[in-house]
């Protein structure tokens, strides 16, 4: 007789997938590409191995100590963070500050450590559109638009390869025009060619006549990050040995990409009013900001972290106010009536980050252990 065998929920959970590191790893960079953070930055891997099983994932804004012992008491041995720990290089690992510490100790218990930092907050719907769908800002858009990602590809394919070879560029996530996809201009004309002998040709003879073939231009926009995906599935899925096709980098800024948000309030607000709303909402015992102006707020500008450098940005948009991190003294002074801003404190205005992360996760892996850190990661203290 054969027993019966009795799923339990610790088999079932054994029968799941095994996760690596790397799916959590494909998983973020599919949402925010690493290759769209800033020159400065230091986000992906920072310690451990992208094929190593995991257990379960602690999400974090930054890698303390603390948060590391959390990990390892709540059995999680991958932390995501938006901050990178290691972040300007290190020489040597011998325990002499918090980051040596923790860089040996992960690798001491295992510990796998990914960042996710300004690849998350360039990306369209990342760290910015967080703060403003909480602030219930609508029709957003973004405030500093990323240039040099875009590319426009033409190709020509025989009239009746053109729907193969668009599907497979579509496939491949070519055609993207912001909330579009599948976007192409498709053009029907004649294409010339004649064959050398040592041809092999698609159509014709080798070292045949000329030949004048229907063909279609097609035309797609793509990002840079599948720069190399899409040019795979035009050449696999072309009939020609030859395939004929213009690779051009654009001038456009990207509408997809890019630093700080702007957005509108759904209903005029008091400027005081605005202040308690955004205190509350943002959870900050303290809004430094400048001057008032005596106008309903209406457009509202964020950038999570520290965003100073928006500024301008903010005021072109026509911002009533500014909404970030990390302002110094003088730099207040550029407000100079145009905007307010208010400086509700770098990890205030990031801390939405993790529900991000675990929304990405969760999405993907809905059964795996994903834990939202119950440790308060912010160096700087209120005494009000
Ligand atoms: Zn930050």
Redesign the pocket.
Known sequence: MVAKKIVTKSNFQDNLPRMQVKDIMQALEAFAPLTYQEGYDNSGLQVGNAGDEIKGVLLT?DVTEEVLQEALDRNCNMIVA??PVIFSGLKRLTGRGYVERIVQKAIKNDLNIYAA?TNM?NARYG?NAKIALKLGLKGTAILSMMMDTLRKLYTFAPADAADKVREALFDAGAGDIGRYRECSFNTQGKGTFKPDADADPAIGQAGGPRELVDEVKIEVLVQKHKEAKVLKALFDSHPYEEVAYEFIALQNPNQELGAGLIGTLPQPMDETEFLKFLRDTMKTDCIRHTALRGKKIERVAVC???GSFLLKEAIGAGADIFIT?DFKYHQFFDADGQTIIADIG??E??QFTVELFEEILTEKFPNFAILLSNTSTNPVKYFC
């Open positions: 804004l938006h901050h930092h907050d760290v999570g972290g520290s991190g770098h990890y205005s990031e």
